[in-house]
């Protein structure tokens, strides 16, 4: 059963544009998310993470949103690059555990 | 930025083959991981260690082994590979405390002919 989904598989955006990547959970005792980025071949890249006590997270193009009581999770990237072009990854985690529960990804593909 | 580094980062090797995939980290991490990934799917953890001579079996089923005898070093050893092992496998580390991050290697792509 998986604790963290990413329902879309894929995703197409006009460079310049607003991506956003959405992800759902179903443990209500995850108390900290995080996005990775990651091309082929290589290993995933942080991106920005966000705690439960926070509904909103900034880092420059990349906001993540958090809605606990939908157990929801979204990413935004503004404005969108063709160098923003790969899969993103949700994983979330609670205090005190080693997991990591990773989502199947979602591949973002930016058009230029 | 994360300083993790996996060798080699391709590996095509027979049936049978003992393999040692090295992962190395510089930050002084506690915590390591092993994951295994396929195209299109989640991560899946299948080893991790909480220090030196720390280690202990992930979430997902592995025919591998691992062992932390350094604190910067976690290698991970398929004794007989086959092609079932063929997958993605990455290393990753994090700090102790509240809201730690996974800074992961470049991964290990592995083709088991």
């Known amino acids: 059963d998986q604790q963290v989904k990413q329902n879309s598989p894929s995703l197409s955006v006009q460079e310049g544009r607003i991506s956003i990547l959405n992800c759902d959970y179903t443990?209500?005792?995850?108390?900290?998310f995080l996005w990775y980025k990651k091309y082929p071949a290589e290993g995933p890249t942080f991106l920005i993470s966000?705690?439960?006590?926070?509904d909103k997270n900034e880092d420059g193009r990349f906001t993540v949103f958090l809605n606990k009581s939908a157990k929801h999770l979204s990413l935004h990237i503004v404005p969108s690059q063709p160098g923003d072009s790969a899969v993103y990854f949700c994983?979330?985690?609670?205090?005190?555990?080693?997991?990591?529960?990773f989502g199947t990804g979602t591949r973002l593909k930016v058009l230029a | 930025e994360a300083d993790i580094y996996q060798t080699p980062r391709y590996l095509v090797i027979g049936t049978g083959k003992k393999i040692t995939l090295e992962c190395s980290q510089t930050?002084?991490?506690?915590?390591m991981y092993w994951y295994q990934q396929d195209p299109g799917m989640e991560l899946h953890l299948i080893h991790y260690?909480?220090?030196?001579?720390?280690?202990e079996k992930g979430d997902l089923s592995s025919e591998s082994t691992v062992s932390r005898i350094r604190t910067e070093h976690f290698p991970l050893t398929l004794e007989s590979a086959r092609p079932s092992h063929t997958s993605q496998y990455l290393c990753a580390s994090s700090e102790r405390g509240l809201e730690e991050k996974l800074f992961f290697g470049s991964g290990t792509q592995l083709s088991v002919l």
């Open positions: 966000i705690s439960s006590i926070k």
């Open positions: 443990n209500s005792m995850f108390d900290y």
């Open positions: 930050m002084g991490h506690d915590k």
């Open positions: 994983a979330a985690s609670y205090a005190g555990t080693y997991k990591y529960i």
């Open positions: 260690s909480y220090g030196v001579n720390s280690t």
